[in-house]
Nanobody
Framework: QVQLVESGGGLVQAGGSLRLSCAASGRTFSDSALGWFRQAPGQEREFVAAIAWTGGRIYTEFAKGRFTISRDNAENTHYLDMDNLKPEDTAVYYC????????????????WGQGTQVTVSS
């Protein structure tokens, strides 16, 4: 069974930081693109960041300069480090993986975690 499990969400004050983790099991993802998405109440799910199998990174505009995506293939885990958090960052954050081998952008994320809540207070 292939599974992604997020952890690290919670309540944080504006200006604070959080590190989200996504642990994979059932297969290795060293040759896969990995990503993070988020969904705020009443809003569509939106892309946050992705990291290719090569280590190349893509960020949305709101994430640039504040969020960092990384991966640890030895641990079959990827991360989202979020700094200078703002109330508008409040959302459920989902990790995802593209199960295709060494895929190119645009990625097709077909394996998803259950989501973890991030709440930023003002």
């Amino acid at each position: 069974q292939v599974q992604l499990v997020e952890s690290g969400g919670g309540l944080v004050q504006a200006g604070g930081s959080l590190r989200l983790s996504c642990a994979a099991s059932g297969r290795t993802f060293s040759d896969s693109a990995l990503g993070w998405f988020r969904q705020a109440p009443g809003q569509e799910r939106e892309f946050v960041a992705a990291i290719a199998w090569t280590g190349g990174r893509i960020y949305t505009e709101f994430a640039k300069g504040r969020f960092t995506i990384s991966r640890d293939n030895a641990e079959n885990t990827h991360y989202l480090d979020m700094d200078n958090l703002k109330p508008e960052d409040t959302a459920v954050y989902y990790c995802a993986a593209d199960s295709s081998w060494r895929s190119n952008y645009p990625f097709k994320f077909d394996v998803w975690g259950q989501g973890t809540q991030v709440t930023v207070s003002s």
